[in-house]
């Protein structure tokens, strides 16, 4: 009797460690798969967003110079140059030489070039402006109820909003105040090499301009054929290709 009760407390011990067993591979069948294709598609994301900026980085080049230029190196290195001699000279506009190559290129700078820059080549993120200011308390009539209205100024901005005449004879008291303000503000992006290679691969983004005029910038990812990697032995991480952009149309957005 008691050895037919100790092979059944050894059998039910071992059923339960293999059933233990059995959930934890199938939690792992289930959640793998899924992690290695949210990393497929962060990948794909990544590298895509790559090359919008190269193509961004070419279209900026052409506002400045007149054509484009298959060296992708090159361009991303002369617009930030342009970028740098904006932010020391904010007069850097118009007619200008620039050494490129050892040579010394004219190029055209569009007044307002550097904010369509920083626009696309900035983040943007919340913020606070925390100034002083004079804040003046005025009297107004209000016509539609016939009493008068107390309100606050701030002299920076609501000056041109009222006449002369509510400035100069109807302020009643003036005081120096905290202004806090939401404001969006933009990290500066600086251009690098790295946007010159494909985040999976390591291997650099292929960027040719043709076209009769060259007119035609063509920049597309460096995966062939099917790129397939062997995850925890029995998983594959799969990518047929992060596809192409062409002056500025994704092959992905026409999906």
């Keep these: 009797m008691q050895e037919e009760q100790y092979y059944s407390e050894k059998w039910s011990f071992a059923v339960k460690w293999i059933a233990v067993i059995l959930v934890v591979l199938l939690l792992l069948v289930i959640f793998i798969p899924i992690n290695i294709?949210?990393?497929?598609?962060?990948?794909?994301?990544?590298?895509?967003?790559?090359?919008?900026?190269?193509?961004?980085?070419?279209?900026?080049?052409?506002?400045?110079?007149?054509?484009?230029?298959?060296?992708?190196?090159?361009?991303?290195?002369?617009v930030s140059a342009v970028r740098d001699s904006i932010l020391a000279d904010s007069q850097y506009t118009g007619k200008q030489l620039i050494s490129y190559k050892g040579d010394k290129v004219s190029i055209n700078v569009p007044r307002y070039w550097f904010a369509?820059?920083?626009?696309?080549?900035?983040?943007?993120?919340?913020?606070?402006d925390?100034?002083?200011?004079?804040?003046?308390?005025?009297?107004?009539?209000?016509?539609?109820?016939?009493?008068?209205?107390?309100?606050?100024?701030?002299?920076?901005?609501?000056?041109?909003?009222?006449?002369?005449?509510?400035?100069?004879?109807?302020?009643?008291?003036?005081?120096?105040d905290t202004i806090v303000e939401r404001v969006t503000k933009f990290k500066r992006f600086r251009l690098a090499?790295?946007?010159?290679?494909?985040?999976?691969?390591?291997?650099?983004?292929?960027?040719s301009v043709k076209g009769e005029e060259s007119d035609t910038v063509i920049i597309r990812s460096p995966i062939k054929d099917a790129y397939k990697e062997r995850k925890f032995l029995f998983?594959?991480?799969?990518?047929?290709?992060?596809?192409?952009?062409?002056?500025?149309?994704?092959?992905?957005?026409?999906r």
């Design 235 to 254: 998983f594959s991480f799969k990518e047929d290709g992060h596809g192409s952009i062409i002056n500025g149309e994704s092959s992905w957005k026409k």
């Design 37 to 78: 294709w949210k990393e497929e598609a962060r990948m794909r994301q990544r590298s895509q967003w790559k090359m919008e900026q190269l193509w961004d980085a070419q279209r900026m080049y052409h506002k400045l110079t007149g054509y484009y230029d298959p060296d992708m190196k090159g361009v991303i290195w002369f």
């Design 193 to 207: 090499d790295s946007l010159l290679y494909c985040p999976l691969t390591e291997k650099p983004y292929e960027v």
């Design 116 to 128: 369509e820059y920083d626009t696309i080549f900035s983040k943007p993120y919340p913020a606070r």
């Design 130 to 176: 925390t100034s002083l200011a004079n804040v003046f308390t005025a009297v107004e009539m209000n016509y539609e109820t016939g009493l008068w209205d107390t309100i606050f100024l701030d002299e920076s901005k609501d000056r041109y909003k009222y006449s002369d005449s509510l400035w100069v004879g109807s302020i009643i008291d003036t005081v120096v």
